[in-house]
């Protein structure tokens, strides 16, 4: 039913520097504090009204600016297995600390649905959904500087990234145990191919035992080709396709900026990014079978080959996990609760949907 909600979707995301403004006679306005700020939303009806990021399930409180401010991004602490979406939102990379020049990175249509998708299915294969950390479009202030790229970061903008941060949350967490780390990108339509990205070259390079690096390298890159090749859909005239070696590799070397998988390399934790075409994500929206191989596919990889890596047993993760479950459940918190975690995703898809119609700006 969650998996429905994108079908009707009109395509905005064609439209760059403005938004389709001819939507059809059902269409309302929405009018919603963000904020300070009030924007004024054009939704259909149907899709029914946003809440406010008070009411919501998801969006979080600003602990050091207090009283009815909200962070710009989402973190979900849950499972060992991490996604995260840093292009789900226009973003600012280079500057100042980094010697570099201001650049902005657009945003990268679906990338932060895909991420609750996979998170939510996971759940299924581990007992626990995923965590996940994603910019919020609700409470984000578009076109600010300060949303800086956490897929570009030189190492003294590390901690001023909730991004960054929340990869040492995940870490202390699960600490000695496995976690996995995929990063989602997305890319354009290619000219010959309809490849998802498989990039690992971070790991590759600073892992400290490269026999390992490249143990669950192989393991990851088999298990994705098996599940892709179960899709029999063609794209443009092409198969689903993986590329092992991606120019995308996600590693610019040694001492200078770093992606957040390689930032994930470099707290111990076993990361890869994957850049998804254009037409592959907005499939994978409605695609629930696509969604589950590819979920289970990440799944079985943690369990086998990343979990051998640190030396641990299946039981005894799979004790870990339980603990964890535990500890969740026992919290008593209305949002990012356990409990209510399908209401949360399926919230937050319907109601990004009714956002994104509303956003300006280039996207890819
Ligand atoms: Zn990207």
């Known amino acids: ?75 979900h602490l849950a499972g060992p297995i991490l996604f995260s979406a840093p292009h789900g939102l226009q973003v600012y990379r280079g500057g ?4 570099d020049s201001e650049r902005v990175h657009s945003k990268e249509l679906y990338t932060n649905e895909i991420c609750l998708l996979l998170s939510l299915k996971i759940k299924k294969y581990l007992g626990i959904e995923a965590s996940f950390v994603i910019w919020n479009p609700k409470t984000a202030k578009p076109k600010d500087k300060s949303n800086l790229d956490p897929n570009y970061l030189v190492a003294s903008q590390f901690m001023s990234s909730p991004f960054h941060r929340f990869l040492h949350k995940l870490k202390k967490q699960y600490d000695g145990f496995p976690t996995l780390h995929v990063d989602i990108h997305g890319k354009i339509n290619r000219k010959a191919d309809r490849n998802i990205d498989i990039g690992i070259a971070p790991m590759m390079a600073l892992w400290k035992d490269q026999k390992l690096a490249e143990k669950v390298k192989k393991d990851f890159c088999d298990r994705m080709q098996k599940a892709v090749s179960t899709c029999k859909k063609k794209y443009s ?35 890869l990014q994957l850049e998804i075409p254009m037409d592959v994500r907005k499939d994978l929206m409605t ?15 943690y ?8 030396s641990k047993e299946w039981k005894e993760v799979e004790a870990k996990l339980d603990a964890v479950k535990t500890e969740l459940l026992s919290h008593e918190q209305t949002k990012h609760n356990s409990k209510t975690f399908d209401s949360m995703i399926s919230q937050m898809i319907s109601e990004f949907e009714i956002i994104e119609t509303s956003q300006k700006g280039k996207k890819i």
Do not use: C
């Open 303 to 310: 369990k086998t080959s990343v979990t051998s890596i640190f």
């Open 287 to 301: 695609n629930d079978d696509l969604v589950e191989q590819l979920a289970k596919a990440i799944a079985e990889s």
């Open 237 to 271: 005239g092409f198969k689903l396709t993986i590329d092992r070696d991606p120019y995308l590799s996600g590693y610019w070397g040694d001492n200078t900026v770093t992606t957040i998988s390689h930032q994930s390399i470099l707290l111990g934790m076993p990361g």
């Open 96 to 99: 100042e600390e980094s010697q």
């Open 1 to 75: 039913m969650l998996l429905r909600l994108y079908q009707n979707q009109k395509s905005h995301h064609h439209h760059h520097d403005h938004v389709n403004k001819t939507s059809s006679s059902s269409s309302s306005t929405t009018t919603t504090t963000l904020g300070k700020q009030s924007t004024t939303l054009e939704t259909k009806s149907k899709t029914g009204k946003l809440t406010t990021p008070e009411e919501d399930l998801y969006s979080i409180q600003s602990e050091s600016s207090g009283n009815g401010s909200y962070v710009s991004h989402i973190e």
